[in-house]
């Protein structure tokens, strides 16, 4: 008999990539500040920090890593945006969960934990984003029809009001910055619990010159 245990963050695999483009001249200043803003509130404490020439790696091997990896990253946005005074912030958040050995995602038999949904304080930065979901379905008995679990996602965020329209390869999302990434990190997350390696994506944008109406 084939006997599995609970995957544990630090033996799932759970963290984000995050890239933050201001748009002004002293983006340098601005995002240094907003990473420095985030440290500051005590967000960065017990997370792994890695950054090169794209991006920044944010991981967790803490029981509510979920919860931790999009708080820091809600901040740092929102940080960015004040620093700019209030000017055009973009953000490509890419968060991964059961892939634990970036090259090989043999997790082995384990049972999937479910994470309580993630909880953030209002940022009272709006935000819109384009966000696209991606189950990695292998097939065999954890296979499956790939679009019922996205389409099932897409509902949630339409009640929970944040979905606003469809787009091309993307859904909508509007609302305050927290709210936006709690969204997506939710059924990011919902999903991880039935199947093994899920990623999600998100283009946010705060403070844009172009405001488009539903």
């Known amino acids: 008999m084939t006997t599995s245990t609970t995957a544990h963050p630090r033996t799932l695999g759970v963290g984000a990539r995050l890239s933050v483009h201001p748009h002004c001249d002293d983006f340098v200043e601005v995002i240094l500040g907003a990473l420095a803003d985030a440290e500051a509130a005590g967000l960065a404490d017990g997370l792994v920090l890695e ?15 979920e919860q931790r ?13 004040r620093r700019s005074g209030g000017g055009h912030v ?3 958040v890419l968060l991964s969960r059961g892939c634990p050995g970036e090259a090989t995602c043999d997790l082995g038999a ?12 209002p ?10 979901l991606y189950p990695l379905l292998d097939g065999g008995s954890g296979g499956g029809d790939h679009m019922v679990p996205i389409e099932a996602a ?11 329209a469809p787009a091309h390869y993307a859904t909508r999302l509007a609302g305050d910055v927290a709210e936006v990434l709690a969204t997506a990190a939710d059924a990011w997350a919902g999903v991880g619990a039935e199947v093994a390696h899920v990623v999600t994506h998100l283009t946010v944008s705060v403070g844009s010159p172009s ?3 539903a």
């Open 90 to 92: 973009v953000a490509h």
């Open 211 to 213: 405001t488009v109406t």
């Open 51 to 65: 950054t090169d020439d794209v991006s920044t790696y944010v991981g967790s091997t803490d029981d509510l890593a």
């Open 69 to 81: 990896i999009v708080g820091y990253v809600a901040h740092v946005l929102a940080a960015a945006h």
């Open 123 to 132: 940022t009272g930065v709006q935000a819109v984003a384009q966000w696209s």
């Open 110 to 121: 384990v049972t999937l934990p479910r994470v309580a949904p993630v909880r953030l304080e």
């Open 154 to 164: 897409i509902e949630a965020a339409r009640r929970r009001g944040t979905a606003v």
